[in-house]
């Protein structure tokens, strides 16, 4: 790409907004960071990530979270420490990405490039639909899932970054998958994308 863009993507459970992205990052040519994410980081520091993936986009656990000399004991903090320092230090050689989750925005806020702001929603029949389709869900289970992993990931970004989880002020974008098909809704941002890039 001739200037470099980095998109960060929130999206609730069930509303194929990793999907979107990945064929997002497909119409641009460029990498999609999501669990993959921990691949890059033991390849690029030389450390065994095995023990931290399950730390992975969790709250901290209050009350027995710690700080000394800035440092927390807190393991859900140190990865996302981990995941930020990866991705500034790409970001820095001027590598183009798109983040999933992960309180993107946090990290990238002030690096001097286009960053752009996705979230990605969608209607609630559509999200229990997908749910009970992909992991065998009942109706009711895929409902219990679904408000279950949003709030943990409300938390999550909300404890980590600076702008409210699934806030309208804090995104660029805000789509709804099922709308015009996930394929389609990834065409769309990569026109947006593209129009963005072109006013930079």
């Known amino acids: ?25 497909e119409r641009l040519g460029i990498t999609v960071y999501d669990k993959n994410i921990f691949e890059g980081i033991g390849e690029q520091f030389n450390i065994d990530t095995s023990a931290l993936e399950k730390f992975d986009e969790k709250p901290r656990k209050m009350g027995i979270t710690r700080k000394v000399n ?8 140190q990865v996302v420490e981990l995941q930020r320092k990866f991705l500034r230090e790409k970001a820095e050689k001027g590598e183009s990405f798109i983040i999933m989750g992960r309180a993107g925005i946090k990290t990238l806020l002030d690096f001097p490039c286009l960053l752009i702001r996705i979230f990605v929603t969608a209607d609630e029949e559509f999200k229990i639909e997908r749910l009970c ?16 992993n949003d709030s943990k990931r409300k938390s ?3 404890q980590f970054c600076h702008v409210k ?26 026109e947006y994308v593209r129009r963005r890039m072109e006013q930079a």
Do not use: F
């Open 1 to 25: 790409m001739d200037k470099q863009v980095i998109i960060t993507v929130g999206r609730e459970t069930g509303s194929g907004g990793y999907e979107i992205a990945k064929h997002l990052g």
């Open 133 to 148: 389709q992909q992991s065998g869900y009942s109706r009711l289970q895929a409902q219990r899932y679904m408000i279950w």
């Open 165 to 190: 989880w699934g806030d309208p002020a804090s995104y660029d974008i805000i789509v709804k998958g099922n709308k015009m098909g996930l394929e389609a809704t990834a065409d769309m941002l990569a």
């Open 70 to 77: 800035g440092y927390s004991n807190s393991p859900e903090e």
């Open 156 to 158: 999550y970004h909300n």
